[in-house]
Every structure is written in structure tokens, then in C-alpha cells.
């Protein structure tokens, strides 16, 4: 099981904003990293270190952190983002991911 | 550009090993680490271990730790990962994905395409 937390399923009316929340003790000491994945996609990046974006990934995406909980926040959400969104982080033992959560573009 | 390309689907019977190759090319191969990281039909990401291209050091995963090997050839910029003694609970999408590193943030991008791999007898 992960040691980071996800609410399973999340919903969204389209254009409103929306926050997906990521727990964990291994928050406190590194940034947290923000995967989305589409069905029968691999994962894409789209939030890494302070509050960064990869080229292509729209200014509606960007992250946050406070204590052990991070958020990854979607402002204005729009049908193309309804997929599957892993947090990622890191400890001494490797790579952690959360369990995911879908979001439902409503 | 930033490309990796992973092999080819495979189908193993119980018991069996299997080698999922990573060809990477748009960038230095020996200046990232590659990870691996694997997905159960309608489960959520596992990572199963690290090696970095250049030293060839590595860190696996504790629950794979024995049955996992990771390699890579740096004449042809390709990693590569193995699994032993495939199981059932094996069946899954395998994925390779480049680690890049920043001031107390680390990430993985970008990823292959996938191999799934099939454990059935």
C-alpha cells in the first residue's frame, strides 16, 4: 500500500477550479511531482519542484505544499483534463506514488 | 527530441524471466538516471528501481529486491530491466522514465510508450 494519500475520485463542474490533495510524511522534506495519465497513455509530468510546469502543459496546472499535505490545483478545468493524477515523492528507500486520483470532468 | 523507446509486448509463463529494453536518444544517456515503474491492469503506479546511467549504481524496490535487475549498455544509450520468476501478479505495463534532479525535487520525464507483459501459463 502507499505511504502517500490520494482521495480515490474527485469531480469538477467544467471551468471551475479544483484541488487534488497528496498526504504523506516524505512531503516535508522534497517537492512533490504531479503525474497525469489518460487511458492507455503512459504518465505525463506536469508540476515538478517549487511550482513548475513542462513545456506544452497548460497555465491552468500548478502546485503547492504546506507541512506534509501538497495540491496540485486545476483553475478552470476543461474536459481534456479528466484523467488519472499521481503525486510522487521520495525517501530514503526510493520513489513513492500516491494511489491516484480520477477526476471527472462534469 | 527527448525520446524513450521500449520494446515490444511479451507474453511468459510462470517461473519464466523476462528483459524489457529502453532505448533512450535526444540527450546524454550517461548524465540521468532511469527508473522503472510498473502498472497492474486498473492499479495505480509501483516504482520498482533506479540505476544511474553513469555509474551503473542502483536501488531497487524492497518488495522486488532478488527477482529485479537493472543494466544498462551506454555504447547504445539502453536500459534495460529485468524480472525472475514471473508470477501472476507480475501482469502489467512496465515503464521506463528518465530522472532529472533539481534543488530538493527530483522527477521523472520523459516516459516510454509502455511494455505490458502477460504472466499467464
Known amino acids: 500500500s502507499s505511504e502517500l494519500t490520494q482521495d480515490p475520485a474527485v469531480s469538477v463542474a467544467l471551468g471551475q477550479t479544483v484541488r487534488i490533495t497528496c498526504q504523506g510524511d516524505?512531503?516535508?522534506?522534497?517537492?512533490t511531482t504531479w503525474y497525469q495519465q489518460k487511458p492507455g497513455q503512459a504518465p505525463a509530468l506536469v508540476i515538478y519542484?517549487?511550482?513548475n510546469r513542462p513545456s506544452g502543459i497548460p497555465d491552468r496546472f500548478s502546485g503547492s505544499s504546506s507541512g506534509n499535505t501538497a495540491s496540485l490545483t486545476i483553475t478552470g478545468a476543461q474536459a481534456e483534463d479528466e484523467a488519472d493524477y499521481y503525486c510522487?515523492?521520495?525517501?530514503?528507500?526510493?520513489?513513492?506514488f500516491g494511489g491516484g486520483t480520477k477526476l471527472t470532468v462534469l | 527530441q527527448v525520446q524513450l523507446v521500449q520494446s515490444g509486448a511479451e507474453v511468459k509463463k510462470p517461473g519464466a524471466s523476462v528483459k524489457v529494453s529502453c532505448k533512450a536518444s535526444g540527450y546524454s544517456f550517461t548524465s540521468y538516471g532511469i527508473s522503472w515503474v510498473r502498472q497492474a491492469p486498473g492499479q495505480g503506479l509501483e516504482w520498482m528501481g533506479w540505476i544511474d546511467c553513469y555509474s551503473g549504481n542502483t536501488n531497487y524496490a524492497r518488495r522486488l529486491q532478488g527477482r529485479v535487475t537493472l543494466t544498462t549498455d551506454t555504447s547504445t544509450g539502453t536500459a534495460y530491466m529485468e524480472l525472475k520468476n514471473l508470477r501472476s501478479d507480475d501482469t502489467a505495463v512496465y515503464y521506463c522514465?528518465?530522472?532529472?534532479?533539481?534543488?530538493?525535487?527530483?522527477?521523472?520525464?520523459?516516459w516510454g510508450q509502455g511494455t505490458p507483459v502477460t504472466v499467464s501459463s
Open positions: 522514465a528518465r530522472e532529472d534532479v533539481g534543488s530538493s525535487s527530483y522527477w521523472l520525464d520523459p
Open positions: 510522487e515523492s521520495r525517501d530514503t528507500r526510493g520513489v513513492q
Open positions: 516524505s512531503l516535508r522534506n522534497y517537492y
Open positions: 519542484g517549487e511550482n
